[in-house]
């Protein structure tokens, strides 16, 4: 199964801006977990308005996030 197959299955929808990849989920409260191609790190947060805060992962979202970097070859 491919990071952005297993993504989806948790909800996430997929979109990239120039040199990332974002996956993101909710309306009101978005959960994000972004991936950095230049710098090669990811982030995860949760955005509420004008907050933000970090996201603690889940250990499915983790399997996805380590699918994805062995995909891009970071790991």
């Known amino acids: ?3 952005r197959e297993m993504f989806k299955k948790l909800g996430y929808k ?3 801006f120039g040199d990332c990849i974002v996956y993101e ?3 009101i409260m978005r ?3 972004q991936f950095n191609l230049k710098d090669k ?3 995860s947060y949760t955005e509420c308005g004008m907050a933000n805060s ?3 992962l889940t250990a499915n979202e983790l399997k996805a996030v380590q ?3 062995n995909e891009l ?3």
Request: hydrophobic share 45%.
């Open 67 to 69: 699918q994805q970097m």
């Open 25 to 27: 989920k909710g309306s």
């Open 31 to 33: 959960y994000i977990i």
């Open 41 to 43: 790190i990811f982030y």
């Open 54 to 56: 970090i996201k603690i």
């Open 1 to 3: 199964m491919t990071a």
């Open 14 to 16: 997929t979109r990239t």
């Open 73 to 75: 070859g970071w790991i």
